[in-house]
């Protein structure tokens, strides 16, 4: 199976910047998409970006287009999420996952989890 260990989530002003890290571990090998999903307070589940592990392909949500970015560092099997621009409504916890086959979008396609980190955005 594989780790995913989350970090860089955090307090910040409307209109400001995070990188969100995950960083995997284990059965790298097995692994097809990683993805990006949030989940605000009374909401389900959403998802925000994923990339495929090699390759490269990146998908967004239309909510996050043009703001946020899905990026890899291969040498340290680490996925990162840029969000720039944010917003008060982009406040949730956010999990980065990874799949071994399905739509991307879907959370059902991901078998790992990470914990999750908050972000916070304040108006």
């Known amino acids: 199976q594989a780790q995913l260990v989350e970090s860089g989530g955090g307090l910040v002003q409307a209109g400001g910047s995070l990188r969100l890290s995950c960083a995997a571990s284990?059965?790298?090998?097995?692994?097809?998409?990683m993805g990006w999903f949030r989940q605000a307070p009374g909401k389900e589940r959403e998802f925000v970006a994923a990339?495929?592990?090699?390759?490269?392909?990146?998908y967004y949500a239309d909510s996050v287009k043009g703001r946020f970015t899905i990026s890899r560092d291969n040498a340290k099997n680490t996925v990162y999420l840029q969000m720039n621009s944010l917003k008060p409504e982009d406040t949730a916890v956010y999990y980065c996952?990874?799949?071994?086959?399905?739509?991307?979008?879907?959370?059902?396609?991901?078998?790992?989890w990470g914990q999750g980190t908050q972000v916070t955005v304040s108006s």
């Open positions: 996952a990874s799949s071994g086959s399905g739509y991307y979008a879907s959370p059902q396609s991901y078998s790992y």
């Open positions: 284990g059965r790298t090998f097995s692994i097809y998409t």
């Open positions: 990339r495929r592990w090699s390759g490269g392909n990146t």
